[in-house]
T-cell receptor, first 111, second 114 residues
């Protein structure tokens, strides 16, 4: 059974800092990996999707990497802003039907 | 209309009530999902409708009943719920077979059971 762990559970950084969020998974036979953002009381917003054949994806200040052999993914956020404050969730999929979510990292960017 | 729309956004119900949550997707996707998000727990997949096939998590109690009349609409019928069912219920959709199954979520329905 796939297990997904996100460390740390919470992170607080000053504005402007570059930061890395971590996601690890136990079964390397994955179809894809998706990073989401969730604001309090809201739904999930898809940030980046990495297919199993890819090593990384980039969107603006965000860069996600995938290392299947070690069971790890990282989400890099450059030049963090207070508006980046949210919970970031990693989901690992055998398919969209079989997505396993981590518990998330709650990020606070201080002005 | 944007993406995935859920109604109502907030619902308070007693344990003897019957209510329904509604989800509509405007993305032309062929799969829809119900997820449950409880405090301090990872998202839990409840039901999937994909290409007219229903897949469910066997741990979901029968007091939750899904309905998918077509590929754009999904309902979750609720009856005789328990206080521990209070949670955020999220609907999502994806296109199986293309784009690697990227999942798109609605804003959620916050359910409180008294």
């Amino acid at each position: 059974k796939q297990e997904v762990t996100q460390i740390p559970a919470a992170l607080s950084v000053p504005e402007g800092e570059n930061l890395v969020l971590n996601c690890s998974f136990t079964d390397s036979a994955i179809y894809n990996l998706q990073w989401f953002r969730q604001d309090p009381g809201k739904g999930l917003t898809s940030l980046l999707l990495i297919q199993s054949s890819q090593r990384e994806q980039t969107s603006g200040r965000l860069n996600a990497s995938l290392d299947k052999s070690s069971g790890r993914s990282t989400l890099y956020i450059a030049a963090s802003q207070p508006g980046d404050s949210a919970t970031y969730l990693c989901a690992v999929g055998g398919s969209a039907r079989q997505l396993t979510f981590g518990s998330g990292t709650q990020l606070t960017v201080l002005p | 209309e944007t993406g995935v729309t859920q109604t109502p956004r907030h619902l308070v119900m007693g344990m003897t009530n019957k209510k329904s949550l509604k989800c509509e997707q405007h993305l032309g996707h062929n799969a829809m999902y119900w997820y449950k998000q409880s405090a301090k727990k990872p998202l839990e997949l409840m039901f999937v409708y994909s290409l007219e096939e229903r897949v469910e998590n066997n741990s979901v109690p029968s007091r939750f009943s899904p309905e998918c009349p077509n590929s754009s609409h999904l309902f979750l019928h609720l009856h005789t719920l328990q206080p521990e069912d209070s949670a955020l219920y999220l609907c999502a959709s994806s296109q199986e077979g293309t784009r690697g199954g990227e999942l798109f979520f609605g804003e959620g329905s916050r359910l409180t059971v008294l």
